[in-house]
């Protein structure tokens, strides 16, 4: 959750929560200058990079879900598209080399309850040089009984992942969204929402 605004940006005046005219929704709203301010979902973006029979996981070394497994990812930057962001994190991450022809979009995930979205693309490494960033304890590559299923971070990994080896059994790798909500007894439901025409990768 965002921590509310007391002090506007531009001219330092009060902020107070309301509707603006002609909008449908609660905004913060500076008193002195009207400057309405918007917020929207985040983006996270990332890969799920292949090496032969294994996939490339990293363990965190920051919260949330500190030293836990999960595929290198995080929030975009301004200026770069959804795939820029995604390459630049697996660099940052895991020191691993992705190039964009080696990517296609796999999954995305609407979490609505948190305002995020996350958007993972299946890449190609060409190679095992990779090293763990600041952001990583260690890096690895997992045959898929060898994955500590455990000790995953996130349920978009884990749902990404299994996607993955299900759909290698077939060699066709579909893009799928799905929507993470959760129910009135705070229990996590994954629901596909849509998946492409199935084709060769």
């Known amino acids: 959750m965002m921590r509310p605004m007391k002090y506007c940006q531009h001219c330092a005046g009060p902020i107070t929560r309301q509707i603006p005219p002609g909008d449908d929704k609660p905004r913060d709203c500076c008193l002195q200058c009207d400057v309405v301010f918007y ?7 990332g890969t799920l990079p292949v090496y032969e029979d294994r996939v490339l996981l990293c363990r965190r070394a920051i919260e949330p879900r500190l030293g836990k497994w999960t595929l290198p990812a995080g929030f975009m930057e301004n200026g770069e598209s959804t795939l820029e962001g995604a390459i630049r994190e697996t660099a940052e991450e895991a020191g691993a080399t992705v ?5 296609q979009l796999y999954t995305l ?5 948190i305002n995020q979205v996350y958007l993972f693309f299946l890449t190609q490494l060409r190679s095992t040089d990779f090293n763990p960033g600041p952001e990583s ?8 009984e060898d994955i500590p299923w455990d000790e995953i971070a996130f349920t978009v990994v ?7 080896f299900r759909d290698r059994k077939q060699f066709l790798f579909p893009v799928r969204m799905f929507d993470l909500r959760y129910d009135e007894q705070r229990t996590l439901g994954v629901t596909l929402i849509s998946h492409s025409h199935q084709k060769e990768w």
């Open 39 to 45: 917020q929207n979902p985040n983006n996270i973006v």
């Open 99 to 103: 190039l964009a022809p080696d990517c």
């Open 109 to 113: 995930f609407n979490l609505p309850t």
């Open 137 to 144: 304890l260690e890096v690895a590559l997992f045959r898929e």
């Open 158 to 164: 884990r749902v990404s992942l299994e996607q993955y």
